[in-house]
Protein backbone atom coordinates (compact mmCIF):
# COMPACT_ATOMS: atom_id res chain seq x y z
CA UNK A 1 0.00 0.00 0.00
CA UNK A 2 2.90 2.26 0.34
CA UNK A 3 2.73 3.18 -3.40
CA UNK A 4 -0.68 3.47 -3.71
CA UNK A 5 -2.22 6.64 -4.26
CA UNK A 6 -5.21 7.62 -2.72
CA UNK A 7 -6.12 9.77 -5.89
CA UNK A 8 -6.74 6.66 -7.32
CA UNK A 9 -9.97 6.53 -5.49
CA UNK A 10 -11.24 9.73 -7.28
CA UNK A 11 -12.25 8.24 -10.61
CA UNK A 12 -14.03 4.93 -9.51
CA UNK A 13 -15.76 7.28 -6.78
CA UNK A 14 -17.08 10.04 -9.50
CA UNK A 15 -18.38 6.91 -11.49
CA UNK A 16 -20.09 5.00 -9.00
CA UNK A 17 -21.65 8.01 -7.31
CA UNK A 18 -23.01 9.68 -10.93
CA UNK A 19 -24.12 5.98 -11.65
CA UNK A 20 -26.04 5.52 -8.42
CA UNK A 21 -27.43 9.05 -8.65
CA UNK A 22 -28.71 8.67 -12.37
CA UNK A 23 -30.40 5.54 -11.53
CA UNK A 24 -32.45 7.40 -8.79
CA UNK A 25 -33.49 9.63 -11.25
CA UNK A 26 -34.68 6.93 -13.24
CA UNK A 27 -36.74 5.10 -10.69
CA UNK A 28 -37.86 7.84 -9.47
CA UNK A 29 -39.60 8.69 -12.77
CA UNK A 30 -41.20 5.51 -13.11
CA UNK A 31 -42.54 5.34 -9.51
CA UNK A 32 -44.01 8.35 -10.53
CA UNK A 33 -45.46 6.95 -13.39
CA UNK A 34 -43.33 9.29 -16.18
CA UNK A 35 -41.32 6.85 -18.02
CA UNK A 36 -42.13 2.97 -19.15
CA UNK A 37 -39.33 0.44 -17.58
CA UNK A 38 -36.39 -0.34 -19.53
CA UNK A 39 -37.50 -3.75 -19.59
CA UNK A 40 -40.60 -3.45 -21.43
CA UNK A 41 -40.83 -4.74 -24.98
CA UNK A 42 -43.41 -2.26 -25.97
CA UNK A 43 -43.52 0.88 -25.00
CA UNK A 44 -46.75 2.22 -22.86
CA UNK A 45 -48.92 4.56 -25.27
CA UNK A 46 -49.44 6.95 -21.47
CA UNK A 47 -45.96 6.70 -20.67
CA UNK A 48 -42.47 8.26 -22.01
CA UNK A 49 -39.98 6.26 -23.13
CA UNK A 50 -37.26 5.84 -20.16
CA UNK A 51 -34.65 8.28 -22.07
CA UNK A 52 -32.22 9.65 -18.91
CA UNK A 53 -33.42 13.51 -20.18
CA UNK A 54 -37.06 12.19 -19.71
CA UNK A 55 -36.64 10.56 -16.72
CA UNK A 56 -34.50 13.93 -15.21
CA UNK A 57 -37.40 15.91 -17.14
CA UNK A 58 -40.59 16.09 -14.69
CA UNK A 59 -40.37 17.14 -10.40
CA UNK A 60 -39.08 15.77 -8.21
CA UNK A 61 -36.47 13.22 -10.62
CA UNK A 62 -35.38 16.57 -11.96
CA UNK A 63 -34.74 18.72 -9.08
CA UNK A 64 -32.16 15.33 -8.63
CA UNK A 65 -31.43 15.18 -11.80
CA UNK A 66 -30.03 19.11 -11.55
CA UNK A 67 -28.07 18.28 -8.65
CA UNK A 68 -26.04 15.46 -10.22
CA UNK A 69 -25.50 16.54 -13.10
CA UNK A 70 -23.90 19.85 -11.83
CA UNK A 71 -21.99 17.62 -9.39
CA UNK A 72 -20.75 15.00 -12.27
CA UNK A 73 -19.60 17.85 -14.47
CA UNK A 74 -17.74 19.77 -11.64
CA UNK A 75 -15.98 16.30 -10.53
CA UNK A 76 -15.35 15.08 -13.96
CA UNK A 77 -13.93 18.58 -14.94
CA UNK A 78 -11.54 18.19 -11.88
CA UNK A 79 -10.63 14.89 -12.87
CA UNK A 80 -9.72 15.33 -16.51
CA UNK A 81 -6.91 18.64 -15.49
CA UNK A 82 -5.58 16.15 -13.31
CA UNK A 83 -5.17 13.61 -16.26
CA UNK A 84 -3.78 16.29 -17.84
CA UNK A 85 -1.27 17.64 -15.48
CA UNK A 86 -0.35 13.13 -15.14
CA UNK A 87 -0.02 13.53 -19.40
CA UNK A 88 1.64 16.63 -19.22
CA UNK A 89 5.39 15.00 -19.69
CA UNK A 90 4.50 12.11 -21.01
CA UNK A 91 2.58 12.40 -24.35
CA UNK A 92 4.92 13.04 -27.57
CA UNK A 93 2.05 15.25 -28.85
CA UNK A 94 1.32 18.32 -26.03
CA UNK A 95 -0.97 19.83 -28.63
CA UNK A 96 -3.34 16.71 -28.44
CA UNK A 97 -3.11 16.66 -24.92
CA UNK A 98 -4.55 20.27 -24.50
CA UNK A 99 -7.48 19.23 -26.88
CA UNK A 100 -8.57 16.07 -24.85
CA UNK A 101 -8.51 18.83 -22.03
CA UNK A 102 -10.97 21.28 -23.51
CA UNK A 103 -13.06 18.52 -24.90
CA UNK A 104 -14.19 17.22 -21.70
CA UNK A 105 -14.08 20.57 -20.38
CA UNK A 106 -16.59 21.34 -22.81
CA UNK A 107 -18.69 17.98 -22.47
CA UNK A 108 -18.71 19.21 -18.84
CA UNK A 109 -20.10 22.23 -19.62
CA UNK A 110 -22.50 20.55 -22.07
CA UNK A 111 -23.68 18.24 -18.62
CA UNK A 112 -24.87 21.42 -16.55
CA UNK A 113 -26.95 22.78 -19.50
CA UNK A 114 -28.52 19.01 -19.92
CA UNK A 115 -29.12 19.51 -16.12
CA UNK A 116 -30.37 22.98 -16.17
CA UNK A 117 -32.26 22.95 -18.87
CA UNK A 118 -35.37 20.14 -18.74
CA UNK A 119 -35.84 18.70 -22.71
CA UNK A 120 -39.81 19.76 -22.53
CA UNK A 121 -38.94 23.19 -21.55
CA UNK A 122 -35.85 24.37 -23.22
CA UNK A 123 -35.42 21.57 -25.86
CA UNK A 124 -33.19 23.23 -28.01
CA UNK A 125 -30.41 23.83 -25.39
CA UNK A 126 -30.77 20.67 -23.52
CA UNK A 127 -30.20 18.90 -27.22
CA UNK A 128 -27.02 21.01 -27.78
CA UNK A 129 -25.75 20.35 -24.01
CA UNK A 130 -26.43 16.31 -24.61
CA UNK A 131 -24.88 16.82 -27.94
CA UNK A 132 -21.73 17.85 -26.35
CA UNK A 133 -21.68 15.96 -23.11
CA UNK A 134 -21.94 12.58 -25.28
CA UNK A 135 -20.18 13.77 -28.43
CA UNK A 136 -16.91 15.60 -27.09
CA UNK A 137 -17.23 13.24 -24.30
CA UNK A 138 -16.85 10.32 -26.61
CA UNK A 139 -13.85 11.96 -28.55
CA UNK A 140 -11.97 12.36 -24.77
CA UNK A 141 -12.52 8.59 -24.46
CA UNK A 142 -10.86 8.13 -27.48
CA UNK A 143 -8.00 10.62 -26.95
CA UNK A 144 -7.32 9.52 -23.47
CA UNK A 145 -7.52 5.67 -25.45
CA UNK A 146 -4.81 6.68 -27.76
CA UNK A 147 -2.65 8.35 -24.39
CA UNK A 148 -2.96 5.28 -22.36
CA UNK A 149 -1.50 2.97 -25.34
CA UNK A 150 1.19 5.27 -26.43
CA UNK A 151 2.20 7.21 -23.04
CA UNK A 152 1.87 3.70 -21.10
CA UNK A 153 2.32 4.78 -18.17
CA UNK A 154 3.91 1.82 -15.89
CA UNK A 155 3.35 -0.49 -18.43
CA UNK A 156 -0.29 -0.55 -18.36
CA UNK A 157 -1.01 0.64 -21.41
CA UNK A 158 -2.68 -2.45 -22.23
CA UNK A 159 -4.79 -3.13 -19.27
CA UNK A 160 -7.67 -1.51 -20.14
CA UNK A 161 -9.77 0.23 -23.90
CA UNK A 162 -13.32 0.76 -23.92
CA UNK A 163 -14.84 1.38 -27.14
CA UNK A 164 -17.67 4.07 -27.10
CA UNK A 165 -19.98 5.66 -29.47
CA UNK A 166 -23.05 7.30 -29.89
CA UNK A 167 -23.66 6.86 -33.18
CA UNK A 168 -26.19 3.25 -32.27
CA UNK A 169 -28.17 5.60 -29.93
CA UNK A 170 -29.06 8.33 -32.61
CA UNK A 171 -29.26 5.87 -35.29
CA UNK A 172 -31.84 4.14 -33.28
CA UNK A 173 -33.74 7.48 -32.18
CA UNK A 174 -34.23 8.45 -36.55
CA UNK A 175 -35.71 4.88 -36.95
CA UNK A 176 -38.41 6.03 -33.98
CA UNK A 177 -37.03 2.80 -32.27
CA UNK A 178 -37.14 4.61 -28.80
CA UNK A 179 -36.83 1.75 -27.00
CA UNK A 180 -33.75 0.54 -28.11
CA UNK A 181 -32.10 3.66 -27.96
CA UNK A 182 -33.20 4.63 -24.97
CA UNK A 183 -31.67 1.35 -23.23
CA UNK A 184 -28.44 2.48 -25.80
CA UNK A 185 -28.55 5.87 -24.51
CA UNK A 186 -28.17 3.79 -21.05
CA UNK A 187 -25.83 1.39 -22.22
CA UNK A 188 -23.38 4.45 -23.30
CA UNK A 189 -23.65 6.64 -20.48
CA UNK A 190 -22.61 3.22 -18.02
CA UNK A 191 -19.64 2.54 -20.51
CA UNK A 192 -18.53 6.18 -20.36
CA UNK A 193 -18.44 6.32 -16.46
CA UNK A 194 -16.49 2.94 -16.88
CA UNK A 195 -13.98 3.94 -18.99
CA UNK A 196 -13.39 7.24 -16.21
CA UNK A 197 -13.16 4.59 -13.35
CA UNK A 198 -10.11 3.07 -15.05
CA UNK A 199 -8.10 5.83 -14.31
CA UNK A 200 -7.36 4.82 -11.17
CA UNK A 201 -5.33 2.14 -12.65
CA UNK A 202 -3.05 5.37 -13.93
CA UNK A 203 -3.55 7.20 -10.89
CA UNK A 204 -2.20 5.12 -8.08
CA UNK A 205 0.87 5.86 -9.55
CA UNK A 206 0.73 9.67 -8.90
CA UNK A 207 0.23 12.13 -6.05
CA UNK A 208 -0.96 15.61 -7.09
CA UNK A 209 -0.43 19.11 -4.86
CA UNK A 210 -1.45 22.65 -5.20
CA UNK A 211 1.59 24.72 -3.89
CA UNK A 212 1.42 28.34 -2.75
CA UNK A 213 4.58 30.36 -2.48
CA UNK A 214 5.46 33.35 -2.69
CA UNK A 215 8.57 33.81 -4.58
CA UNK A 216 7.18 34.01 -8.79
CA UNK A 217 10.37 32.35 -9.57
CA UNK A 218 10.24 29.10 -7.80
CA UNK A 219 9.03 26.00 -9.68
CA UNK A 220 7.49 22.84 -8.92
CA UNK A 221 6.22 19.94 -10.30
CA UNK A 222 2.37 19.38 -10.70
CA UNK A 223 2.53 15.54 -10.41
CA UNK A 224 4.62 13.36 -8.79
CA UNK A 225 5.86 9.91 -7.96
CA UNK A 226 4.59 8.43 -4.78
CA UNK A 227 8.29 6.77 -4.11
CA UNK A 228 9.94 10.36 -3.63
CA UNK A 229 8.09 11.76 -0.86
Known amino acids: MRNFSPWALLPPIYSVFTAVGLWVVYFVAVRNEKITHLSSQYRNGSLYPPYISVAGNFPPASCLFSEIMNLAAFMGFIIAVLRYLQLKNSVVKPCLNVISLVLFSLGCFGMTLVGNYQLFGEEMIHN????????????????QSYFTLKANLKNEGTKYLIFNSPAADFSLMSQRLH????????????????????????????????VCTDDPSETFSEAYEPDSL
Open 179 to 210: MDASRSQWALVMLILIFISTFAIEFRHNRFAI
Open 128 to 143: LGALMTFGLGTLFCWV
